[in-house]
């Protein structure tokens, strides 16, 4: 896919493939980190890739100032997506900055922005480790 098809994608269909991912790159760090029963890797897992921890994660992100023009850009329309609904367990606002953060994701996924993609992904899961202790 050309970069500036990925640019023109729909938010919500980078969200879409920014959960997926996210929730690998968890699942394989919670594994590799000794987590050997599956309902411990559940229970392990939400709380990282819950709307909460997400949403979190991004406005740390955006105060520190980490995000380029382009990953703010994307940042801005998939926190402006509209979805059909929201989740019961979260607000509105939680909803749209996790929205925006696995858009993010899904973009750097598409543009074959790896390295940036990996580097985020650590950052998030640094972040939740951080707040955990």
Same mark, same amino acid.
Do not use: C
């Given at each position: ?6 640019r023109?994608?729909?938010? &919500?269909?980078?969200? /879409? ?5 996210? =929730?690998? #790159? ?5 594994? @590799? #980190?000794h $987590? ?5 890797? #559940?229970?392990?897992?939400?709380? /990282?890739?819950?709307?909460?921890? !997400?949403a ?7 105060? *520190?100032g980490?995000?380029?023009? +382009? +990953?703010? *850009?994307?940042v801005? @329309? ?16 939680? /909803?749209? $900055?996790?929205t ?8 750097? $996924? /598409?543009?074959?922005? =790896?390295?940036? &993609? !990996? =580097? &985020?992904m ?6 939740? +480790?951080?707040?955990?202790?």
């Amino acid at each position: 896919m050309k970069l500036n098809e990925v640019r023109q994608m729909k938010s &919500l269909a980078l969200a /879409y493939m920014g959960d997926a991912i996210y =929730e690998v #790159h968890v699942r394989d760090y919670l594994i @590799r #980190h000794h $987590y050997a029963k599956v309902n411990d890797l #559940h229970q392990a897992a939400i709380k /990282y890739v819950s709307a909460k921890a !997400q949403a979190k994660v991004l406005r740390e992100w955006l105060d *520190s100032g980490i995000l380029d023009e +382009e +990953e703010l *850009s994307i940042v801005r @329309r998939g926190r402006n997506a509209k979805a059909g609904s929201v989740p019961k367990n979260t607000d509105v606002m939680t /909803y749209r $900055y996790s929205t925006a953060f696995e858009a993010l994701l899904g973009f750097l $996924y /598409y543009a074959k922005y =790896e390295q940036r &993609l !990996q =580097e &985020l992904m650590q950052l998030a899961i640094n972040s939740v +480790e951080k707040g955990r202790q």
